[in-house]
């Protein structure tokens, strides 16, 4: 299964509110003409979702293609540079499901993914985006944008086949910004699994 977020596109593994993220993916579900393994492409959160069904189900998996992939140490890091009204506005986002953009429990779903099964031995890209992030006074843009992109690197670690790409020009929304970056990736990996598949 390939997409540019693959949240909106398969059943979701972590706790949720009621009804929220229940969606079933017609390429993982059993009437679909896909079949695995799948190269699971993720963006933001939605490469938390695509890390832990690869770890649940890692014989479905083939490759992982992540677009700036959110991190589930990133909550209590960011705290850690957070003050005053910034620390709670961000500590009501992560503990209150209805108070962020994915409407999950962060917190549950980071010792979720902490808990699940890794490195894989199948490909690991990490696609981070190479504009910082835009001024937002008073947030302090600069040390998050290095907090997100530390932890982006850690994630090389999970894998055997792992490495990491700049997009140079690129914000967050990679896939919106250089779409023939990740597509020309997604073709590179798909090329790579066949000639070692036939050999």
């Known amino acids: 299964m390939t997409g540019p977020d693959l949240v909106a596109a398969m059943p979701h593994p972590f706790p949720a ?10 390429c993982c579900s059993a009437s679909s003409r896909s079949r695995p393994p799948y190269i699971l492409v993720a963006h933001s959160f939605g490469a938390q979702v695509a890390r832990l069904y690869a770890a649940q189900h890692p014989q479905r998996v083939a490759g992982l293609l992540l677009l700036d992939p959110s991190h589930e140490e990133k909550e209590e890091r960011f705290e850690a540079v957070l003050q005053g009204e910034l620390l709670q506005r961000h500590r009501a986002a992560w503990h209150d499901s209805t108070r962020n953009t994915e409407q999950v429990d962060r917190r549950r779903s980071a010792e979720v993914l902490r808990q699940a099964a890794r490195p894989f031995a199948f490909p690991l890209v990490v696609l981070t985006r190479g504009r910082p992030l835009p001024p937002a006074p008073p947030w302090p843009t600069a040390e998050l944008d290095q907090i997100e992109k530390e932890l982006q690197h850690t994630l090389l670690a999970e894998s055997t086949q792992s490495h990491q790409i700049i997009a140079t020009q690129s914000g967050h929304f990679i896939h919106h910004d250089e779409p023939e970056l990740v ?13 070692s598949s036939q050999a």
């Open 17 to 26: 509110p009621s009804g929220t993220w229940q969606r079933t993916s017609p």
């Open 183 to 195: 597509i020309g990736l997604l073709e590179q990996m798909v090329e790579t699994l066949r000639r």
